[in-house]
């Protein structure tokens, strides 16, 4: 059974940096696109960034882009999301998220329960 | 504001059928898949449709999805109160190289 389980949020004062780490189980990680993805509250679903399969290709949405890097640890079952220069408009919940195996860059099957950042001075 | 256009909201009663659109340009719907997202309250997105039209194992064949041109469409028949949630559309855009999502759309059964 496929699981992933988010941690690292908290709150944390503007500008500062946090690290998001994700523990997936229950499948072969090492062949998945990993995403984040982030929900700002009472908000919709905002795509923030993905990683291929083999770090080779990482795309981020144009609001984190120089501010956030996406990675992973396929030895350790493992997805990376560090933030730096956080603000205010960053707070929401975020979840670690699977990729469908194929070419459907946007398809995501599998979600974890996410972890809440909130950057609040 | 959303690359891609959803309504707000659309409701219905049970029983019936309701579609949800989504808009967006030949850089995204145009020329990639679709997918389609059902988040019920309180709890994490769940894949309906991905590929334009297919469903994951396990849900149900009262959903369906539908592509033409530049807009997509999530059908729902048969319409549950349990169906009342937020429904979100996904796809690749070419252009600005990112996954985009729509805003969302509120269901309502009535």
């Known amino acids: 059974q496929v699981h992933l389980v988010e941690s690292g949020g908290g709150v944390v004062q503007p500008g500062r940096s946090l690290r998001l780490s994700c523990a997936a189980s229950?499948?072969?990680?090492?062949?998945?696109?990993m995403h984040w993805v982030r929900q700002a509250p009472g908000k919709g679903l905002e795509w923030v960034a993905l990683?291929?399969?083999?770090?080779?290709?990482?795309y981020y949405a144009d609001s984190v882009k120089g501010r956030f890097t996406i990675s992973r640890d396929n030895s350790n079952n493992s997805l990376y999301l560090e933030m730096n220069s956080l603000r205010t408009e960053d707070t929401a919940l975020y979840y670690c998220?699977?990729?469908?195996?194929?070419?459907?860059?946007?398809?995501?099957?599998?979600w974890g329960q996410g972890t809440v950042v909130t950057v609040s001075s | 504001q959303s690359v891609l256009t959803q309504p707000p909201s659309v409701s219905a009663a049970p029983g019936q059928m309701v579609t949800i659109s989504c808009s967006g340009t030949?850089?995204?719907?145009?020329?990639?898949?679709v997918s389609w997202y059902q988040q019920l309250p309180g709890t994490v997105p769940k894949l309906l449709i991905f590929?334009?039209?297919k469903r994951p194992s396990g849900i149900p064949d009262r959903f369906s999805g539908s592509k033409s041109g530049t807009s997509a469409t999530l059908g729902i028949t048969g319409l549950q109160t349990g169906d009342e949630a937020d429904y979100y559309c996904?796809?690749?855009?070419?252009?600005?190289?990112?996954?985009?999502f729509g805003g969302g759309t509120k269901l309502t059964v009535l």
């Open positions: 998220a699977r990729a469908i195996l194929g070419e459907s860059l946007d398809a995501i099957d599998h």
């Open positions: 229950g499948f072969d990680f090492s062949n998945y696109v």
């Open positions: 990683i291929s399969f083999d770090s080779t290709i990482k």
């Open positions: 030949s850089s995204n719907i145009g020329n990639n898949y």
């Open positions: 590929d334009d039209n």
């Open positions: 996904a796809t690749w855009d070419s252009r600005l190289i990112v996954v985009v």
